[in-house]
């Protein structure tokens, strides 16, 4: 790779952080010396710098947007991570979220001034509970695992209002890792279910773990391996007959919303990722959203607040009279732009778009699988759901991993499919292309991983072993940085240029 003299390569920039940009007296702002002010904080003012940089404001600018063209996002290529549905956010839903009434309103204002957001909250609720054939849902849960711990507690509450104080929940082997962790949060044992050679939940297995000391069984479906669990209403049956509750992941509903109903499959919660079936913004640490619907066993339950419909007006209920809700899940109700973004999706699409959504991410992701089947190795090789899973086998004695394939994804413009995961398959490479994608989006991406399969047979594992080449970084040492990370900064000239 040529090197050029000023470290940048054509549009790709190589510049300092904004701390090593620092020099004292730059502002982008002019401000007059303040007047000598009474302190009113006690004798806690300021003495020095509090550390912030100078910069001006062209520096500024110029730094986030060279690091937003460093951003790989939905809006520059195709995102084929699996389990994880990054699909096109319409644009429909950013035009009426900024509407003026959602984009100014206020948590704290009082209710009578917020009647059309409530509204939008009433409305999202019932499309959810259509879609889903459950008569309740909590809308407060600000993510998917925000979701998990809602419908974990809104269970534990029913297990002890019946006086039953069950100690140990039921997870598959495939499961995301929130489900454990989410259970344990809520002070059960997890016991891990493996899977059969199917893909899917071991029945045998499941039958030997359950008794009345069970709580939950927390399943995702369609599952982490991209396949329907179709033992799913004999499981239902079952736990239920032992007196415990069924929770489901809702992080793949894309796959099947608009064609089954969780409820009519016996679940008793399961949280829905707005960001994942609903094309709101996902990720990045921004505002999530993860409403569960509730059974009518749970419904009870429910955190709160809640919205109820007194004629033509909404009123928050603030308050359980009943005492059975396990009490208030966070300070506010709920995250409202995801609300509203998620809402101008369903009646933009309709119930039959919303089915189609399904139909065609089955589609999307049954077609990547015809495609690249036979060049790498399918680890369940019947049809698929949402997404389509390979193992490491086809790169056996090449010297090529699936982390240098991923990494390989990257000179060629693509962000790496999910890797290693779920941890059942060895060298695992999780695809999942969404509904959104083109056949020539699907195309390119598979002509691109058949061509490093190539490559990889063909003996160049050296240059694998180095990339991405092309990328503002190189190859780094992702182990090094877990285990010893730069946490802090130290400014040129030590602490006392800081002061």
């Not at 502002?27 to 010396?33: C, F, R």
């Not at 039921?170 to 949060?185: D, I, K, R, Y």
């Not at 709580?215 to 991209?226: S, V, W």
């Not at 698929?384 to 193992?391: A, K, T, Y």
Request: net charge negative.
């Amino acid at each position: 790779m040529t090197e050029t003299i000023s470290g940048h390569r054509g549009l790709v920039m190589d510049e300092p952080l904004l701390f090593e940009q620092d020099e004292a007296g730059r502002t982008g702002v002019d401000l007059a010396e303040p007047e000598d002010l009474e302190c009113r904080l006690g004798g806690l003012e300021r003495k020095g710098r509090i550390g912030l940089p100078g910069l001006s404001e062209p520096q500024i600018v110029r730094h986030f947007t060279r690091l937003s063209q460093k951003n790989y996002a939905i809006d520059s290529g195709l995102y084929p991570l699996g389990s994880c549905t990054m699909k096109h956010n319409p644009r429909l839903n950013e035009k009426v979220v900024r509407l003026e009434g959602f984009a100014h309103a206020h948590p704290l204002q009082p209710v009578s001034t917020v009647q059309g957001c409530l509204d939008v909250i009433a409305t999202l609720a019932h499309w959810l509970t259509t879609l889903t054939g459950m008569p309740g849902v909590a809308m407060s849960p600000a993510a998917g695992a925000h979701g998990e711990l809602a419908g974990l507690m809104t269970i534990r509450a029913a297990l002890e209002d019946r006086g039953d104080a069950r100690k140990r929940v039921l997870v598959p082997e495939s499961a995301h890792g929130t489900n454990p962790a989410t259970a344990a949060h809520c002070g059960y044992e997890v016991d891990a279910i493996p899977a059969n050679d199917r893909g899917r939940l071991d029945l045998d297995a499941f039958k030997q773990a359950l008794d009345d000391d069970v709580a939950a069984l927390m399943l995702t479906n369609p599952n982490t391996c991209g396949l329907f669990e179709n033992d799913i209403i004999e499981v239902a049956r079952l736990l239920h007959d032992a007196g415990g509750f069924f929770y489901c992941d809702g992080a793949n509903f894309n796959a099947i919303v608009g064609r089954v109903r969780p409820g009519d499959l016996g679940v008793d919660a399961m949280h829905i990722n707005l960001h994942k079936t609903f094309s709101t913004p996902h990720g990045g640490g921004g505002p999530g959203s993860g409403p569960v619907v509730l059974s009518e066993a749970l419904v009870p339950y429910a955190p709160l607040p809640y919205v109820v419909a007194d004629g033509d007006d909404y009123h928050l209920v603030e308050h359980d009279e009943g005492g059975k809700s396990f009490g208030r899940l966070r300070a506010f109700h709920g995250q409202m732009g995801m609300f509203v973004r998620a809402l101008s999706y369903m009646m933009s699409h309709g119930s039959d778009g919303l089915r189609q959504v399904a139909e065609d991410a089955v589609l999307n992701a049954n077609y990547v699988m015809k495609r690249l089947k036979g060049t790498y190795h399918a680890a369940y090789p019947a049809p698929c759901m949402h997404e389509c899973l390979f193992d490491d086998q086809s790169l056996k004695d090449t010297g090529v991993t699936t982390l240098d394939i991923a990494k390989a994804m990257i000179d060629e413009g693509f962000h790496p499919m999910t890797m290693y995961f779920p941890l059942v398959v060895h060298g695992a490479m999780l695809i999942e292309p969404t509904e959104t994608e083109s056949k020539q989006s699907l195309d390119q991406f598979c002509d691109t991983m058949v061509g490093l399969m190539r490559r990889a047979k063909e003996g160049d594992a050296e240059w694998f072993h180095t990339a991405p080449h092309l990328a503002p970084w190189r190859r780094l040492d992702e182990t090094a940085a877990a285990r010893h990370p730069v946490l802090t900064w130290q400014p040129p000239g030590g602490e006392e240029a800081a002061a």
